[in-house]
Each structure stands twice: as structure tokens, then as C-alpha cells.
């Protein structure tokens, strides 16, 4: 019903930037919040960022004030602008999207990115 292209990831140097962009299709009106979760090797998958449908943004501690998070309604895409990375940022970014049906919530997930940042 709804789906997910994830773009923008690639190798970076620490300190560097890179930009995220998930573009939604499909049956996107019942889409609310969107935004990333991480994969690491070795480690649990973490929630990253998000927005909701009316703007509102959340960020993990380790991603304040680097990361920001932008959507684009007119164009159903979502943005992850990540400044001064660092190699701990290494991961498979997954894009998300909820959708609520009668009370219940349903996650759609683009096919991930990686991000490598070097020392």
C-alpha cells in the first residue's frame, strides 16, 4: 500500500555531511509520522529521528544538534540532513512510515542505506 525509496547514502569522512531522502508512493494519505531507524553490526537497531504529520520533530540524544530532520508533504519525502559525522553514525539507515488503521498502527520500511563515515 505504501512504499518507500530510500537515497543518499554513501562513504564520508568523519566530520562530513550526507543527506537522506525516503520518498513515499502508493497510499499516502493515512501516512502520519515518518523517519529513520539505524542498524549497526553488533548492536540493536536504534530510532534515529522522526516527524509527525503536524511537524513536530524527535531526535535520539547522540543526534542533536548534527542531525535534522525535514519533510515535504507536497512531495511525500522525507529528509535526514546529517552534519558532522562521526564514525559511530556508521550504519544501515532504514527510512519508516506509520500508518493508523482503525486504532491500529502498521510500520512501512524502505529497503535501507548505508552510511560509512572513516576515521
Known amino acids: 500500500q505504501v512504499q518507500l525509496v530510500e537515497s543518499g547514502g554513501g562513504l564520508v569522512q568523519a566530520g562530513g555531511s550526507l543527506r537522506l531522502s525516503c520518498a513515499a508512493s502508493g497510499s499516502t494519505f493515512g501516512i502520519n509520522d515518518m523517519g529513520w531507524h539505524r542498524q549497526a553490526p553488533g548492536k540493536q537497531r536504534e530510532l534515529v529521528a522522526y516527524v509527525t504529520s503536524g511537524g513536530s520533530t524527535n531526535y535520539v540524544d547522540s543526534v542533536k544538534g548534527r542531525f535534522t530532520i525535514s519533510r515535504d508533504n507536497a512531495k511525500n519525502t522525507v529528509y535526514l540532513q546529517m552534519n558532522s559525522l562521526k564514525p559511530g553514525d556508521t550504519a544501515v539507515y532504514y527510512c519508516?512510515?506509520?500508518?493508523?488503521?482503525?486504532?491500529?498502527?502498521?510500520?512501512?520500511w524502505g529497503q535501507g542505506t548505508q552510511v560509512t563515515v572513516s576515521s
Open positions: 519508516f512510515a506509520g500508518v493508523y488503521s482503525r486504532g491500529v498502527r502498521r510500520d512501512y
